[in-house]
C-alpha cells in the first residue's frame, strides 16, 4: 500500500483543533480531524501518533486511517474532513399527470372486497392502468402524504 505523508500548516491545524474542541460538527468529520492531526508530520506538530494508536485511541480501522490522509494528500483538507458529495442523480418517477390520476384514483371507490384502498392495492391498480410502468407502495405513500389524503380515507373523496 502507498504510503501517504500528513503535512499541516499552521492554519489548517488551527482550524482542525477548533473543529474538534468547540462547536458542533458531525461525529465523522470531528474523527477525521483528530485523524489529521495525530497523523501530521509537519513543523507545527509536537508529538506524531502511530497509525497503531490512533486507531486504537478512536476504535476505528487502520484502513480509514488510510483513506482519510489520501483524501488529505491528493484532494485536500476539504474533501478529507466532509468526504465527497453524492454524485448519484435520482430520476422522478411521478410527474404532475401521475399524481393527478393517483389522487382520484384513491379518492374513488375501492374495488370489490375491500372496504379502503391500501398503498399495495393503489400501486397495483396504476400499473394495471399503465398510467406507470412500476412504482413501489412506498411512492404512492410518498405522493398522497404530500396532498394530505389518507387513501381510502371516509373524508376521502
Known amino acids: 500500500m502507498k504510503k501517504y505523508t500528513v503535512t499541516l500548516t499552521g492554519e489548517e491545524r488551527r482550524e482542525l483543533e477548533r473543529i474538534v474542541k468547540r462547536g458542533s460538527h458531525k461525529a465523522q468529520k470531528v474523527i477525521n480531524a483528530l485523524i489529521l492531526l495525530g497523523c501530521d508530520e509537519g513543523a507545527f506538530q509536537t508529538k506524531r501518533s502511530t497509525n497503531e494508536e490512533i486507531s486504537r485511541v478512536l476504535k476505528i480501522s487502520m484502513r480509514k486511517i488510510d483513506r ?30 401521475f399524481e393527478a390520476h393517483l389522487i382520484a384514483l384513491s379518492c374513488s371507490t375501492p374495488p370489490e372486497g375491500f372496504t379502503r384502498w391500501s398503498l399495495r392495492l393503489l400501486a397495483d391498480k396504476v400499473v394495471e392502468l399503465h398510467y406507470i410502468d412500476s412504482i413501489s407502495h412506498e411512492t404512492i405513500r410518498r405522493i398522497l402524504k404530500k396532498t394530505n389524503l389518507s387513501p381510502g380515507g371516509i373524508k376521502a373523496g
Open 68 to 97: 482519510v490522509k489520501k483524501r488529505f494528500v491528493m484532494e485536500g483538507l476539504d474533501i478529507a474532513l466532509n468526504g465527497h458529495k453524492g454524485s448519484r442523480i435520482y430520476t422522478k418517477k411521478a410527474d404532475g399527470d
